[in-house]
């Protein structure tokens, strides 16, 4: 458990980090940022990972060996949730007083822990952040009947919480999962009676729910304090895994190979992370990245300059890791 009052030092903490399909090839940059501008430690979690993958997680641990603490594999068969394999390591692996995790899509460009251990001494028993660069406002619109990922916020201010970046007090969270028998993975269909019961008393009944927010709001209606902040110096990009590897694979639409996930509609994730993933293909080539497209209004041109110069400065940054 951890002691109150008493601010956690970064090598106290152990992000854990999912790595799904193929991603590693590139998005290591990202987590090269996150070990550079922290003195944290790192699990890397191979979900639905080829063996060549696999390797390239083990070669990168055996050249940092005093910042990743293990590769483990969690779902050789078949990629699992984001969640459902966070539990699974959960599960396996004691950490210490804190469990914590990061998405492989997350620039840091400066030092980026204080703010959150700050608030975990302050008496905070979970901490997230990691807005998304295509996002507008984070909050669960009027009439949806589900909280995503992107969804950081109901309407009234009630804090879900974001499962890109989140730091738990350990003991507070293995009491709430045991309490309500949930875990981070619980996305509704699964709920026992007192869980729902509890959800729907505190307003908060939706169809499905994304990796942790159930285990947020719970954690909330037991008395202890979650806390949503976002930093300047990070920078997330949002869904660029699920683009460069999407758990159901791809479609092809009007005679362009695209995400399984586009079937439900083209939006600003998608526009966002196709465009990283281009820039991110083309600077790894040493070759000239993507014009911005022709059309696009000027907020989207805004975000899509700002992922050009921020990936363009990561692969300048860390293209030797």
Known sequence: MSDPGKRPRDDELVFNVVWTGTVFTYLRYFVASQIAQSAARFRFIANGCPPEQIALLEGFAAQHPDRVVEVIDISSDAMIAHGVALDRVRAQRDDGAYFCLIDPDIKA?????APFTELLADGCAAVTSGKEVWSEDNLVPVGHVGVAGEHFFDREGFVFGSPHLALYDRAVLDATTERWQVGLGSAGNDLNAAAKARLVEMGHEYIV???GK???????ADG????????PQLIHIGGLAHYLSPPGGYITLNGEEVPDYVRWGINDRYHVSKF??????DLCKGEPVPAIPAGVDPVMVAKLDLVQRE?????ATYAGW
């Open 109 to 113: 460009n400066a030092p980026f822990l």
């Open 224 to 231: 202890h304090r979650l806390v949503h902040k976002d930093l």
């Open 214 to 220: 159930i285990v947020n709001a719970l954690l909330q």
């Open 276 to 281: 990283a993933a281009l820039t991110l293909f």
């Open 311 to 315: 990936m363009a400065d990561l692969i």
């Open 209 to 211: 729910y994304d990796t």
